[in-house]
C-alpha cells in the first residue's frame, strides 16, 4: 500500500471513529438514563426507539443562529468551540484498537502525547469563559480551570505508575505488557485515573463548571447552534477518550479470548462497558459541591495516585 | 467527605445509590405512550359532561347549583294536545344548553343535582381548543359526549337496593305488603338491626317526599302512593 493511500485510510478511520462512537454513546445515555428513571427516552426520531434523536439534534443545531454576544471578544469566542473538539481527534489518534499496530499512529511517547494533548482542554474552557463577558460564564470557566488544573495531578500520577509498571510510554507496549493480575495490582491507580479522568471531562458528579441550577450553563452559557452543538460532541468524545484511556491502560486493551483477530472488539466492548459506567454515574450522584471536589482531588486521589507509584516502584525494583 | 463519623462504611451510600438506578433500569418503565396509546382511566372519570336531551324537563336545577355559573339554558313552552283529555298539557321544550367548559371546574354538583339523569360523566378528555371561546359546548355537541358515556357499574351486592328496585317492588306486593327495606336484603342484614327496619321504613317515605319536592311536575310514581 502506498504511504499516501496508508494515510488517508487511517485519517478516514479515525475521523469516522471520531464522528459515530459520541453519537453511539449519546444515544445510549439517553436511553441509559431513561431507563434508570423508569422512563423510555427518545421514542419518535427514527420510527424505531428514537435511534435518529441524535442526529435529528445536529439538524436542529444547524439550522440555529450562530450568536455571539455585542461585548464578546468574538475571535476567541468563535475559536474556543474547535479548541475544545480538536484535542480529542487527536487522541484518538494514538489510541491502540487492536494489536499488530492496529492504531492508527503509534506513538513512542504516546501516554505523555495523549496527557499533554488532554491538558489543552482547559485552554477551551478559559477561552470560552473570558471571550463570552457573562458573569456565569466566567465563574464556570474559573471553576473549570481550578478543577481542570487540580484534577490533572492525579491523572498523571495515575497513569505514571501504569507506565512505570509496563516499562514504556508506549500505549501499544504498555497492552502489550499488561497482565491480567495488574487488574488488582493496578486497581487504585486505576480509580483514580477513572476518577480523575470524569473530572478532566467535566461529566456529572464533577461538573461543577456546568452546574445549569447555579451557574445557566457555565462557560457554555453564551453559545448557540453549531458552536453550542461541539461544546455537546466535545463532551461525548471526552467520554470515548476516557473510556478508552482506562480501558488501554488499567484494563488491558486487546487482551481477551481470540485477541489475534479479536482484539479490535475486546477494545471496543471495555470502551463502552466503561462507558455505561460513566452514565450510570451520571444518573446516581449528584453533583459535588466545589469545595468538596478540591478536597477530593488533594486529600483523596493525590495522596492515593502517590501511594500507587511507590508501590509500583517498589514492585518494579525488587521484581 | 469528612463528616461521615456516624456512617457504618465508607462508601456504602454510593453503592446503594448505585444499587437502585441498577435496579430501575432492569424493571419496566411507567411511562405512557399517550397519544399512541389510549391511557387506561380509572371509572367514573370525569372528563367531559354529556347531555341526554330527551331527559331534561329545563328545571334549571343544574343551572342555579353550578358554583361558577356555566351552564346556560333557554326554554320555551309547548301545548300539547292529548286526545280525550279535558283541557291541553303543556310541556318545557329546551331551546339552549350550554356548558362552558373553560369556566367549568369539574365538581359534578349539576350532574349530581340533576334529578333525572340527563347530566352524566363521560371521561373522554381530549377536547382542547386554540380559541377559547370554542370551549363553550352547545346542545348537540353535549348530546354527541352521550355516546361516550360508559354503563354505570354494577350494583354493590352488599349494598342498599336502588329506589327504583324498591319500588317497583312494593309495587309488585300491592298494598300495605312489607316494605323494601324489610324484603330486600334479608341474607345481608346484621341480626342486631332488627329494629332499625321499622325506622328505616319510616324514612323511605320522607325522602320520597322530599325529592317529590325537588322535582315539579314529575313523579308519576310517587304520586300513586
Given at each position: 500500500m502506498?504511504?499516501?493511500?496508508?494515510?488517508?485510510v487511517r485519517?478516514?478511520?479515525?475521523?469516522?471513529?471520531?464522528?459515530?462512537?459520541?453519537?453511539?454513546v449519546?444515544?445510549a445515555?439517553?436511553?441509559?438514563?431513561?431507563?434508570?428513571?423508569?422512563?423510555?427516552?427518545?421514542m419518535?426520531?427514527?420510527?424505531?426507539?428514537?435511534?435518529?434523536?441524535?442526529?435529528a439534534?445536529?439538524?436542529?443545531?444547524?439550522?440555529?443562529?450562530d450568536?455571539?454576544?455585542?461585548?464578546?471578544?468574538?475571535?476567541?469566542?468563535?475559536?474556543?468551540?474547535?479548541?475544545?473538539?480538536?484535542?480529542?481527534?487527536l487522541?484518538?489518534?494514538?489510541?491502540?484498537?487492536g494489536?499488530n499496530?492496529l492504531?492508527?499512529?503509534?506513538?513512542?511517547v504516546?501516554?505523555?502525547f495523549?496527557?499533554?494533548?488532554?491538558?489543552?482542554g482547559?485552554?477551551?474552557?478559559?477561552?470560552s469563559?473570558?471571550?463570552?463577558?457573562n458573569?456565569?460564564?466566567?465563574?464556570?470557566?474559573?471553576?473549570?480551570?481550578?478543577?481542570?488544573?487540580?484534577?490533572?495531578?492525579?491523572?498523571v500520577l495515575?497513569?505514571?505508575?501504569?507506565?512505570?509498571?509496563a516499562?514504556?510510554?508506549s500505549?501499544?507496549g504498555?497492552v502489550?505488557a499488561?497482565?491480567?493480575?495488574?487488574?488488582?495490582?493496578?486497581?487504585?491507580?486505576?480509580?483514580?485515573?477513572?476518577?480523575?479522568g470524569?473530572a478532566e471531562?467535566?461529566?456529572?458528579?464533577?461538573d461543577m463548571?456546568?452546574?445549569?441550577?447555579?451557574?445557566v450553563?457555565?462557560?457554555?452559557?453564551?453559545?448557540?447552534?453549531?458552536?453550542?452543538?461541539?461544546?455537546?460532541l466535545a463532551?461525548?468524545?471526552g467520554?470515548?477518550?476516557?473510556?478508552?484511556?482506562?480501558?488501554?491502560?488499567?484494563l488491558g486493551g486487546?487482551?481477551?479470548?481470540?485477541?489475534d483477530?479479536?482484539?479490535?472488539?475486546w477494545?471496543?466492548?471495555k470502551?463502552f462497558?466503561?462507558s455505561f459506567?460513566?452514565?450510570?454515574?451520571?444518573?446516581?450522584f449528584?453533583?459535588?459541591?466545589?469545595?468538596q471536589?478540591?478536597?477530593l482531588?488533594?486529600?483523596?486521589?493525590?495522596?492515593?495516585?502517590?501511594?500507587q507509584?511507590v508501590?509500583?516502584?517498589?514492585?518494579?525494583v525488587?521484581t | 467527605?469528612?463528616?461521615?463519623?456516624?456512617?457504618?462504611?465508607?462508601?456504602?451510600?454510593?453503592v446503594q445509590?448505585?444499587?437502585?438506578?441498577?435496579?430501575?433500569?432492569?424493571q419496566r418503565?411507567?411511562?405512557q405512550?399517550?397519544p399512541?396509546?389510549?391511557?387506561?382511566?380509572?371509572?367514573?372519570?370525569?372528563?367531559?359532561?354529556a347531555l341526554?336531551e330527551?331527559?331534561?324537563?329545563?328545571?334549571?336545577?343544574?343551572?342555579r347549583?353550578?358554583?361558577?355559573w356555566c351552564?346556560?339554558i333557554d326554554?320555551?313552552k309547548?301545548?300539547?294536545?292529548?286526545?280525550?283529555?279535558?283541557?291541553?298539557?303543556?310541556?318545557?321544550?329546551?331551546?339552549?344548553?350550554?356548558?362552558d367548559?373553560?369556566?367549568c371546574?369539574?365538581?359534578?354538583?349539576?350532574i349530581?343535582?340533576c334529578?333525572f339523569?340527563?347530566?352524566h360523566?363521560t371521561?373522554?378528555?381530549?377536547y382542547?381548543?386554540?380559541?377559547?371561546?370554542?370551549?363553550?359546548?352547545?346542545k348537540?355537541?353535549?348530546?354527541?359526549?352521550?355516546?361516550?358515556v360508559p354503563?354505570?357499574?354494577?350494583h354493590?351486592?352488599?349494598?342498599?337496593p336502588?329506589?327504583?328496585?324498591?319500588?317497583?317492588?312494593?309495587k309488585?306486593?300491592?298494598?300495605?305488603?312489607?316494605?323494601?327495606?324489610?324484603?330486600?336484603r334479608?341474607?345481608?342484614?346484621?341480626?342486631?338491626?332488627?329494629a332499625p327496619p321499622?325506622?328505616a321504613?319510616?324514612?323511605?317515605?320522607?325522602?320520597?317526599?322530599?325529592?317529590?319536592?325537588?322535582?315539579p311536575g314529575?313523579?308519576?310514581a310517587?304520586?300513586?302512593?
Amino acid at each position: 500500500m502506498p504511504i499516501w493511500l496508508d494515510l488517508i485510510v487511517r485519517v478516514v478511520a479515525v475521523v469516522a471513529a471520531f464522528l459515530v462512537l459520541p453519537l453511539v454513546v449519546g444515544q445510549a445515555e439517553h436511553k441509559v438514563m431513561a431507563h434508570m428513571q423508569g422512563r423510555l427516552g427518545p421514542m419518535y426520531a427514527g420510527a424505531f426507539h428514537g435511534w435518529a434523536q441524535l442526529v435529528a439534534d445536529g439538524v436542529k443545531f444547524v439550522q440555529k443562529e450562530d450568536v455571539a454576544p455585542g461585548e464578546a471578544d468574538r475571535r476567541v469566542f468563535r475559536l474556543a468551540p474547535i479548541v475544545a473538539l480538536f484535542p480529542y481527534l487527536l487522541v484518538l489518534l494514538a489510541i491502540p484498537l487492536g494489536p499488530n499496530g492496529l492504531v492508527a499512529q503509534g506513538l513512542d511517547v504516546g501516554l505523555f502525547f495523549v496527557l499533554a494533548v488532554l491538558g489543552v482542554g482547559v485552554l477551551a474552557v478559559l477561552m470560552s469563559a473570558w471571550a463570552s463577558a457573562n458573569k456565569y460564564s466566567l465563574l464556570g470557566g474559573l471553576r473549570g480551570a481550578a478543577q481542570l488544573l487540580g484534577y490533572e495531578l492525579p491523572l498523571v500520577l495515575a497513569a505514571a505508575s501504569v507506565a512505570m509498571a509496563a516499562g514504556t510510554l508506549s500505549l501499544p507496549g504498555i497492552v502489550e505488557a499488561w497482565r491480567p493480575w495488574w487488574l488488582l495490582w493496578q486497581a487504585p491507580a486505576a480509580i483514580v485515573f477513572f476518577v480523575a479522568g470524569l473530572a478532566e471531562i467535566r461529566r456529572p458528579p464533577f461538573d461543577m463548571p456546568i452546574a445549569d441550577s447555579e451557574l445557566v450553563f457555565g462557560y457554555m452559557t453564551e453559545y448557540t447552534g453549531l458552536r453550542f452543538a461541539f461544546f455537546l460532541l466535545a463532551e461525548y468524545v471526552g467520554i470515548i477518550v476516557i473510556a478508552a484511556l482506562t480501558t488501554v491502560l488499567f484494563l488491558g486493551g486487546w487482551h481477551g479470548p481470540f485477541a489475534d483477530q479479536l482484539g479490535w472488539l475486546w477494545t471496543l466492548v471495555k470502551i463502552f462497558a466503561v462507558s455505561f459506567v460513566i452514565i450510570w454515574l451520571r444518573v446516581s450522584f449528584p453533583r459535588l459541591r466545589e469545595d468538596q471536589l478540591q478536597r477530593l482531588c488533594w486529600l483523596v486521589l493525590v495522596p492515593l495516585a502517590l501511594a500507587q507509584l511507590v508501590l509500583t516502584a517498589a514492585v518494579r525494583v525488587l521484581t | 467527605m469528612s463528616d461521615d463519623g456516624e456512617r457504618s462504611t465508607p462508601g456504602k451510600g454510593l453503592v446503594q445509590g448505585l444499587a437502585v438506578t441498577l435496579k430501575t433500569m432492569t424493571q419496566r418503565t411507567t411511562t405512557q405512550q399517550y397519544p399512541d396509546v389510549e391511557p387506561e382511566l380509572p371509572p367514573r372519570s370525569r372528563g367531559v359532561i354529556a347531555l341526554l336531551e330527551e331527559n331534561c324537563t329545563v328545571c334549571m336545577l343544574c343551572a342555579r347549583e353550578c358554583p361558577d355559573w356555566c351552564i346556560y339554558i333557554d326554554s320555551h313552552k309547548e301545548e300539547v294536545v292529548v286526545p280525550g283529555a279535558a283541557r291541553s298539557r303543556q310541556r318545557n321544550v329546551l331551546d339552549r344548553f350550554d356548558i362552558d367548559f373553560s369556566l367549568c371546574m369539574y365538581c359534578g354538583i349539576c350532574i349530581e343535582v340533576c334529578p333525572f339523569d340527563a347530566l352524566h360523566w363521560t371521561p373522554e378528555f381530549e377536547y382542547a381548543e386554540t380559541d377559547v371561546l370554542d370551549l363553550l359546548h352547545s346542545k348537540d355537541r353535549l348530546g354527541d359526549w352521550m355516546r361516550t358515556v360508559p354503563p354505570p357499574p354494577a350494583h354493590d351486592v352488599l349494598g342498599e337496593p336502588s329506589k327504583e328496585e324498591a319500588t317497583a317492588a312494593r309495587k309488585a306486593a300491592g298494598p300495605g305488603a312489607a316494605t323494601a327495606a324489610k324484603t330486600a336484603r334479608p341474607a345481608a342484614r346484621r341480626p342486631a338491626a332488627a329494629a332499625p327496619p321499622a325506622k328505616a321504613a319510616g324514612e323511605e317515605p320522607a325522602k320520597a317526599a322530599g325529592d317529590e319536592q325537588a322535582k315539579p311536575g314529575s313523579g308519576e310514581a310517587e304520586r300513586e302512593r
